[in-house]
């Protein structure tokens, strides 16, 4: 495609149930990023893919959430039990390679827990 | 700890006033320096990558400089249309980007 897509665009779910979010990055771009903002707050880096290597899950804010990129594409972003402060816009953002820092973003999932 | 901190919060400009927008930082290690541009409801907007202490780019109204603690984005005669959320992160090692909360312009005709 011509950028990053991501779904939902919007998801309403309830309190301890699970959600997935999906990214399908621009072809060809060997790194993968996983951004969650808050209303009206920066972006908090949550986890991060490049090629076959193992990924830089050091922003996960809990064992509640994980992240899988198959076949060195799509990725799922899942969150197990979601709690009310899980509430956020999830940004997937793709790159050529890993030196630079020209990012291509989604336009974001928006997750509500009720 | 790391810390990217951005100054100020909001900024409300005529059409034509121009001002500046500071990003000051406390990284060891800095591998560059990037600044992003972000409309409602959109994902961030590549505008700028600075790697070194000195270095300048410009687009169109815009213009990023780096220090080697800090990094500014002037905004020369703005127009309404360059109303958004302008975001600075940092990159030390390879990897993630440190994102600052972003300074909300808005520019009134």
């Known amino acids: 495609g011509a950028g990053v897509s991501q779904s939902p665009s919007n998801k309403v779910t309830e309190k301890g149930k699970d959600v997935e979010l999906r990214c399908d990055p621009i072809?060809?771009?060997?790194?993968l990023y996983w951004y969650r903002q808050s209303l009206g707050q920066g972006l908090e880096f949550l986890i991060y893919f490049q090629g076959n290597s193992a990924p830089d899950k050091s922003g996960l804010p809990s064992d509640r959430f994980s992240a899988e990129r198959t076949g060195g594409s799509v990725s799922t972003l899942t969150i197990q039990r979601t709690q009310q402060e899980d509430s956020a816009v999830y940004l997937c953002?793709?790159?050529?390679?890993?030196?630079?820092?020209?990012?291509?973003f989604g336009e974001g999932s928006r997750l509500t827990v009720l | 700890e790391d810390q990217v901190t951005q100054s100020p919060e909001a900024l409300r400009l005529q059409e034509g006033e121009s001002s500046s927008l500071n990003c000051s930082y406390t990284v060891s290690g800095l591998r560059g320096l990037f600044w992003y541009r972000q409309d409602p409801g959109k994902g961030p907007e590549f505008l700028f990558t600075?790697?070194?202490a000195g270095e300048e780019k410009e687009k169109e109204r815009l213009k990023a400089t780096l220090t080697k603690k800090e990094s500014f984005l002037h905004i020369t005669a703005p127009k309404p249309e360059d109303s958004a959320t302008y975001l600075c992160a940092v990159r030390y090692g390879w990897g993630k980007l440190q994102f600052g909360a972003g300074t909300q312009v808005v520019v009134t005709p």
């Open positions: 600075l790697y070194s």
């Open positions: 953002a793709s790159s050529l390679e890993t030196h630079t820092g020209e990012l291509f």
């Open positions: 072809s060809g771009h060997t790194a």
